[in-house]
Each structure stands twice: as structure tokens, then as C-alpha cells.
């Protein structure tokens, strides 16, 4: 198939595209750069050279693909008005087409809120934080264009990690550099996580499916406190296991109300995504990676 990216040069965005071109579909990957570009090609991606605010810049190319996959955020202000521009371009493109049409949203666990112990799956009341309340929305208006010609499929990834790391690898940025990992809170919070190559092959198994309509959760099965990861991480790094803590209201300085989702305690489902599309995560858990995880961050910087 001919599949259209978002966010191709980031690091969910980047996930996908490998698992899509190794199964051999065609990836075009929406890039901001000539530099970006030329990397995307050597990573057997062709880039199309355009940006979210511009939606002109990539319409065309869009709309010629079967299958358009939203993976780009921009975290700033405009993250809101940026995410319902691009998907309502996406979904006019694949409208437009004189043939059927899938469209992927990516989400995200953190609409769950905190539960603690309470295993939550994609039938579970949302409790999002008021900074991605507008994302529920988003999601209901991907998921109501699921009609005629055009398929409509949310997936909600829980935190990512390997490779360059995403929340990851600032413990193996801190341990490194501080000589311990940095962690957000007291730590015995449970992240909902997932690998970015398990989610890509995720991604992958949905644009190939026949579904529309439906919400996919995307977490393994790891069930590692905050604490732990990061003292796996601190290991790795060569800091001993030595693990520091920030309040939350002190890093809510630094980086905003995101800073309550960092002492999330969540335990999210996916099984959904295995029984539906026969997905099986394969990774075990970022602790007990975490000296292979560190190598790859470090290789990545």
C-alpha cells in the first residue's frame, strides 16, 4: 500500500515508518527539513518537504494514499490547534479519494488519568488532564468519520522507550550526567509502557486490518515502578542504582501541567489489540533492557 506519515522523523513517527517499509508498503513521511529529507530517504521513506501549519504542503500527497497515519505533535501552545488542523486535513484527503481510505490517529494512555491498581482497557471513563482534555475531543471526531469510504482507527500508546528514548531518556541523561537518574515524584507509580518496535508493528497489523471505528490501547504487559526503571537506568548509565527525586510542583515550573502525568499510576490493557490484530508485544519491560536501551540512547545522542 502507499502510506502516508506525520511526524516521520520523530520517535513514534519514526517506529512506524520502519515497520510499514519492512513489510514493503510504500511510506511517504511528512518532513520540515532538507536535512530531515535526506535522512528519511536513506531510511527508504520519501519525504515530502511541508509542515502541519501549512497543510497545502502535503494535501496531495495525502490524498493519493490509502492509509494516513498522524503521528507528528508539537508540544507548545499551538499543540491543539496544530493536532485538529492536520487530522481534519487528513480526513478532507481521504474524503476526497475516489477510493476507500483508512485513517490513524495516535493518542495517547494518559486520557486515562491516574487509577493506581485499576486495570483499565478502551471501554474505561476517560480521566485526562486538563492540558489534553481537547484530545478526547479530537478522538471523537476522528472515530465519527468512520463512514462510507473512509475507515477511522485511534491508537492509544502507553510511554515509549528504546532507541533515542522518549520520557525514558532523561534518566539515562541525568544518571550520565549527574550522577543519578532523575525521577518525578517518589517513584512507586507504575508508567503503562510499551517499545517503540513492538508499537510500530502494532501500527503496522492496523493499517493491514480490515477494522475501522476502533480504539487500540498499546502498552506491555511490564508492571515496573517508576523506581525501579530508573534505578536500572542509573545502573546502566554506571551511577550505581543511585536515583534522585523531584517534587512534581517543582518540576511543573520547568515544564507545565504535563508535570502531574509523570506521577501517573496506570495499569492499561491491550488486549484488545491481541485478540483483534494478533499483536503480541515482544519486549519485557524497560528494566530489564535498560542496559541495552542505555547503549542505544547513548549511540543516539
Keep these: 500500500m502507499k502510506i502516508f506519515v506525520t511526524g516521520v522523523s520523530g520517535f513514534i513517527g519514526s517506529a512506524v515508518a520502519r515497520a510499514l517499509s519492512r513489510a514493503g508498503h510504500e511510506v511517504h513521511g511528512l518532513v520540515r527539513s532538507e536535512a530531515k529529507a535526506r535522512a528519511q530517504a536513506a531510511a527508504e521513506v520519501a519525504p515530502v518537504l511541508g509542515t502541519m501549519e501549512a497543510p497545502d504542503s502535503y494535501r496531495e500527497v495525502a490524498r493519493s494514499c490509502q492509509v ?30 475516489a477510493a476507500p481510505r483508512l485513517v490513524i490517529y495516535t493518542s495517547g494512555v494518559w486520557l486515562y488519568g491516574s487509577r493506581g491498581g485499576e486495570l483499565v482497557d478502551e471501554t474505561s471513563a476517560l480521566a485526562p488532564p486538563v492540558f489534553i482534555v481537547p484530545r478526547v475531543e479530537t478522538e471523537k471526531r476522528v472515530l465519527a468519520a468512520n463512514a462510507g469510504g473512509v475507515r477511522t482507527l485511534v491508537i492509544r500508546p502507553g ?20 550522577g543519578a537518574a532523575r525521577i518525578v515524584g517518589d517513584g512507586t507509580c507504575r508508567w503503562a509502557m510499551v517499545h517503540h518496535e513492538d508499537l510500530g508493528e502494532l501500527y503496522l497489523r492496523a493499517a493491514e486490518s480490515p477494522l475501522g471505528g476502533e480504539i487500540f490501547n498499546a502498552t506491555d504487559r511490564s508492571r515496573f515502578t517508576v523506581h525501579e526503571c530508573a534505578e536500572a537506568a542509573s545502573r546502566a548509565a554506571g551511577a550505581g542504582g543511585k536515583v534522585t527525586s523531584i517534587p512534581v510542583a517543582d518540576f511543573a515550573q520547568h515544564v507545565g501541567p504535563m508535570a502531574e502525568c509523570f ?21 519485557c519491560g524497560f528494566a530489564d533492557g535498560a542496559a541495552t536501551y542505555f547503549a542505544s540512547w547513548k549511540a543516539s545522542r
Design 263 to 283: 506521577a501517573y499510576d496506570q495499569h492499561v490493557d491491550s488486549r484488545k489489540a491481541v485478540r483483534t490484530l494478533g499483536w503480541q508485544p515482544r519486549h
Design 159 to 178: 510511554c515509549v522507550y528504546g532507541g533515542a528514548g522518549s520520557l525514558t531518556a532523561a534518566w539515562f541523561a541525568s544518571a550520565l550526567d549527574e
Design 68 to 97: 494516513l497515519i498522524h503521528c507528528a505533535a508539537e508540544m507548545s501552545e499551538r499543540y491543539v490547534s496544530l493536532d485538529r488542523l492536520t487530522v481534519d486535513t487528513l480526513l478532507a484527503a481521504a474524503r476526497e479519494a
